[in-house]
């Protein structure tokens, strides 16, 4: 596989559960991100990782949990999350995390539903 | 807080026409972004304008940097069904890893 590939597409959780959210990227980048997309809103960083190191956490609820083991794969843990954190989830990677000229590449995301 | 606009918000127009999508801001970016993304995927990137006045061409698709580094406009020509999606523009500032989007120009082509 090339690119960003994230797993699962679509997930529904009640709010009481903990699921997580899977992203591995085959590139040989060296950031990686999560990104939260609502509708009619822009899209909204939630971490960046660079070299396996978190390099900002975007004031993001501890209901969410950034998870990377290495360079290549990125996971974001959730728990008891809220209604409103329903949203599309964005998982992107760039060479590095400064000044990426390259852009970003972004997976096709996880519909996440919060019942 | 840094915003990037984008308007119009929404455009629907019918295939053949010409159309402008803009975005702009108060702050100065480094370079700038284009992304188009389709309906159950991420975004893809288009374009990279880094010097205040450059223009870049992908096809139909004409990217302009205002002179201030301010502001972009997206120029498409004979639009075609092909380009229905969310077009989102992204500015990057040199002096941190931060990048800000737009809320993006959902654009519909009609045949």
């Known amino acids: 596989e090339t690119g960003v590939t994230q797993t699962p597409r679509h997930l529904v959780m009640g709010m009481t559960n903990k699921k997580s959210l899977k992203c591995e990227q085959h590139?040989?980048?060296?950031?990686m991100y999560w990104y939260k997309q609502s509708a009619k809103k822009p899209l909204e960083l939630m971490f960046v990782?660079?070299?396996?190191?978190?390099?900002e956490n975007n004031s993001v609820p501890s209901r969410f949990s950034p998870e990377c083991p290495n360079s290549s794969h990125l996971f974001l843990h959730l728990h008891t999350l809220q209604p409103e954190d329903s949203a599309l989830y964005l998982c992107?990677?760039?060479?590095?995390?400064?000044?990426?000229?390259?852009?970003?590449?972004f997976g096709s995301g996880t519909r996440l539903t919060v019942v | 807080t840094q915003l990037l606009e984008q308007s119009p918000q929404f455009l629907s127009i019918q295939e053949g026409e010409n159309l402008t999508v803009y975005c702009n801001s108060s702050?100065?970016?480094?370079?700038l972004q284009w992304y188009r993304q389709e309906p159950g995927e991420g975004p893809v990137l288009l374009v990279t304008?880094?010097?205040?006045?450059e223009v870049k061409k992908l096809k139909r698709l004409t990217f302009q940097f205002g002179d201030a580094r301010k502001d972009s406009s997206l120029h498409i020509t004979a639009a075609q069904p092909g380009d229905t999606g969310l077009y989102l523009c992204?500015?990057?500032?040199?002096?941190?890893?931060?990048?800000?989007f737009g809320s993006g120009t959902r654009l519909s082509i009609r045949p």
């Open positions: 992107a990677s760039s060479q590095g995390d400064r000044d990426p000229l390259d852009g970003y590449t």
């Open positions: 590139l040989g980048h060296n950031a």
């Open positions: 990782y660079n070299f396996k190191e978190q390099t």
């Open positions: 702050s100065v970016f480094s370079s």
């Open positions: 304008v880094v010097t205040g006045g």
């Open positions: 992204a500015g990057l500032y040199s002096s941190a890893s931060k990048i800000i």
